[in-house]
Nanobody
Framework: VQLQASGGGLVQPGDSLRLSCAAS????????IGWFRRGPGKEREGVAC????????FYVDSVEGRFIISRDSAKSTVYLQMNSLKPEDTAVYYC???????????????????WGQGTQVTVSS
């Protein structure tokens, strides 16, 4: 299982950004995929996750309505569309994969065993 996150950068408040997580070594639809982030001085938290089986999604309250997680099975890639970005969204964003769990396990990083490297997102004016 390999995951490659990309798409981070420096943006202004209110801007949009799309992160990509390219997956290899497994069938995307067989795994739940999650986006997690670690802000300055904070613990790593689950932001948005998508189940492999039925594509059901979970969002942490702070991003509900602003972020959208989606997957393209043909490209073996999961995306995180981030809209209306706020300074508090500044963090290193990681994608993770795990089989036999659903998006509801987004609440805890301890259930996820496969991680990609992080990509930095900075929201600042």
């Amino acid at each position: 299982v390999q995951l490659q996150a990309s798409g981070g950068g420096l943006v202004q408040p209110g801007d949009s950004l799309r992160l990509s997580c390219a997956a290899s070594g497994f069938t995307l639809d067989d795994y739940a995929i999650g986006w997690f982030r670690r802000g300055p001085g904070k613990e790593r938290e689950g932001v948005a996750c998508i189940s492999g089986s039925d594509g059901s999604t979970f969002y942490v309250d702070s991003v509900e309505g602003r972020f959208i997680i989606s997957r393209d099975s043909a490209k073996s890639t999961v995306y995180l569309q981030m809209n209306s970005l706020k300074p508090e969204d500044t963090a290193v964003y990681y994608c993770a994969a795990e089989g036999n769990i659903t998006s509801r396990y987004c609440r805890s990083r301890w259930y996820w065993n496969h991680w990609g490297q992080g990509t930095q997102v900075t929201v600042s004016s």
